[in-house]
């Protein structure tokens, strides 16, 4: 499956974003998907994770709360909801479709969000 992750730019604290990651091929909708993070300097981080339904999500502690992952199979899509932006939220935004348990093979080319205080 090839991932395209898109809708990154540039705002203020306290402002909002919504990324998207489209999906090629038919596969999408066998898998969980998630969202990571590598902000200059850091290593990357999970953000979020749905499963393959759009049943069950899990968060990083850090965007709990202000995050929201969502997906449509239908659209071979899957979404991240950013609210209440941070200016340490800046970072490249990935996402990937997890193979296996925790195992994620399929990667996006990333999408820069860059808030600004």
């Known amino acids: 499956v090839q991932l395209q992750a898109s809708g990154g730019g540039l705002v203020q604290a306290g402002d909002s974003l919504r990324l998207s990651c489209a999906a090629s091929g038919r596969t999408f909708s066998s898998y969980a998907m998630g969202w990571f993070r590598q902000a200059p300097g850091k290593e990357r981080e999970f953000v979020a994770t749905?499963?393959?339904?759009?049943?069950?999500?899990h968060y990083a502690d850090s965007v709990k709360g202000r995050f929201t992952i969502s997906r449509d199979n239908a659209k071979n899509t899957v979404y991240l909801q950013m609210n209440s932006l941070k200016p340490e939220d800046t970072a490249v935004y990935y996402c990937?479709?997890?193979?296996?348990?925790?195992?994620?093979?399929?990667w996006g080319q990333g999408t820069l969000v860059t808030v600004s205080s």
């Open positions: 990937a479709a997890e193979t296996s348990l925790e195992r994620y093979d399929y």
């Open positions: 749905i499963s393959r339904s759009g049943g069950r999500t």
